[in-house]
Structure formats: C-alpha cells, structure tokens
C-alpha cells in the first residue's frame, strides 16, 4: 500500500508539473487577445518562443517614443510553487550587467575623475602592471588582452567573494592573451577590473556607486547585487534543459566573482527605465552617450563594434543590444537611440533563443 501510494503521489506531482509546463503557452494566448495591436503580434512571438525552448517564465518591456509603453510576465518564476512572472520578477541579467558598468565609468571620465587614456594601475592598484599599460577605454572596448573564462573555471564557481579585489584573485597574475589594442576579446573578468577601476576612481564600494549615480537616478529600484544570501523580493529561480528538453533546476553558482559583468540582478522594466535615463540624458550627457554609439579602433585601425554593448545598425539606425546567458538564465537588451525604442527580455531557462525573438518584435514595433 506504501509503494502504490508513493507511485500515485508521484502521478499527481508529474500531472501538476505538466499543467505547469503549459501553463506558458496558455496564458500568453490568453493575454494576446486583449493586448493592443502591434503586440497582438508580439505576443504570439513569445508564445511560439516559449514554446520551442520550453522556457517556464518570461518577462518583456518595451520602450517606445521614450516611454515604457508595454511590459508583461509569462508563466513561472518558481514551477515548484506555481509563483507567476511578472513584468517586476526579479532574475539574473548575467552579462547585460556590463553595459550599467560601462555607463558608471563614462560618467566618472565625463566628471573628469576617470582618465579613459590611463594606465589602470592608477585606479586599481588591485590588479598588478603587466608588461603592456592597460587603458580604461580597453576594457571598456574588449581590448585589454584580460583573458575570459578558461574551459568553464570559475563560471560554475559557488565561493563567495567579498568584494572584486579579493575576485580578481582568481586570474590578475595570468599572462594577458595579446598585447592591449590588438584584437578584440570578449572578456567578463576585463570587467570585474573595470568595476575595480569605478571603485578606485569613485572612492566607493561599486555597488553602492552604481546605486547612487546610475540605477538611483533611472529609477531602476529592483536593480541590485545578485547576493545568494540576501532576501529579494519576486527573485525568480533557474532552470536548465536536459537533452530530450525536459528542465532540471540550475546548477548553483555564485556571482560574487564577477559582479560588474554579470553579477547584477534586476527587472525588464527596470532595463526599460534605463534605456529612458539614457535617452532622456539623465546618467549620461548626450554626447558621451553618442561616443559609446560609435565603434572603437584596435591599434591598426580595424573598428572594434563594442563600448559596453554590441554596435550594429537596423535600417540606418545605430543598434545597440547586449546578451547575457549563465546557470539559469538568459536576456536580451536592446536599443534603437535615435527613435528612442527598447526591447528587454529575461527568462529564467538557459539556452533561449532570445535574440531571435527580441529582432522579430524589432521588425514588429518598427516596420
């Protein structure tokens, strides 16, 4: 009798997950049909895109004419206990966390605190001189020759670093994979230095830094450290795909290791309200913002297409977008400046395709 009702418990637990699973999909039809047209279409995208990568939860926000116009949750933030995304759940931006950092050092070069062209020793003693000068405006580009993660260490790391001095441990004494300005090298832990470097040139700790001078005054209020160990409201839990797509929970990591390129936590309304602070000039002046629209040049004047987000073009209009993807989630950042149009998605599954979703509600919003 034990063993047949252990078996129907399990019954009723895999019929409740199901339902859970399609829940998605249910509540996006739902919702397309009292939403406004052009996201009718929109809705559908996701609808089909959770569908594709079984993706438990989403959420979306868009900013068109320099408002946050829309924004909407999709499924669950917690499948174990039926909590609902919404457009204010809490989750992962794993590394759309660069572009807040970049933005914090730009305004410290704009307060004339930050010499862009320096040596990085001079803000972050932290980090050791190596045999070629680093220069802020590297790291800010992908430049510096820091390497990146190596065959997946530290990437799955679950220590808890105190503050990034103690984080750079983990690769400062490492040869640098080139010599700075050559070659572009997409590189979180050239990040970490770059929060290094706001700390030195700010006199604060970055996080509170960033606080005061870029999420404070965007009003992005759910916008934090990803602390495992602190209580934050509406914190969705990660989810990763088997290889017959079934999901598991995450594997666990800790983010204390590289907080300024991709340690943050936040909304897809609080990406939204950021987008806004950016156009409206208000954590950033409008010419400083115009520079980071403009590639950079390595050292024999190839252009280097990244100033704390990727640099494109969408029919004559500069694109700036950013992706961010680790254990449990996976987002999507996008920008159009000049006709002040943003697109944020988070979901809390890894390996969503949300690039393609995010450029089919481009084409939708701006035929």
Partial sequence: MREV???AALQRCL???AVALAAPRAAAAQ???AAPEPFVRVEAAIAAAMSADNIPGLSVAVVLDGKLQWSRGYGFADLENFVPFRPDTVWRLASVSKPLTAVAAMQLAEKGRLDLEAPIEKSCPAFPKKAQPITTRQLLG???GIRHYAKGENFNSTRHYESIAQALEAFAEDPLLQEPGTKNTYSTYGYVVLGCVVEGASGERFAEYLRKNVTGPAGMDRTRTDDLYDIVPNRARGYARLPDGKLRNADLA???NKIPGGGLVSTAEDLGRFAIALFDGKILKPETFAAMQVPMKTSDGRDSFYFGWSI???????LLT???SQQGTRTYFLMVPRRRFAIAILTNTEDAGLKELSRKALEILLP
Avoid: C, F, V
């Fill in 142 to 144: 992908h430049l510096s």
């Fill in 15 to 17: 019929g409740i997950l």
């Fill in 312 to 318: 494109d073009e969408y029919r004559s209009d500069k």
């Fill in 322 to 324: 950013h992706s961010g």
């Fill in 254 to 256: 800790d983010t204390s």
């Fill in 5 to 7: 009702s252990r078996t």
């Fill in 31 to 33: 919702a397309a049909s």
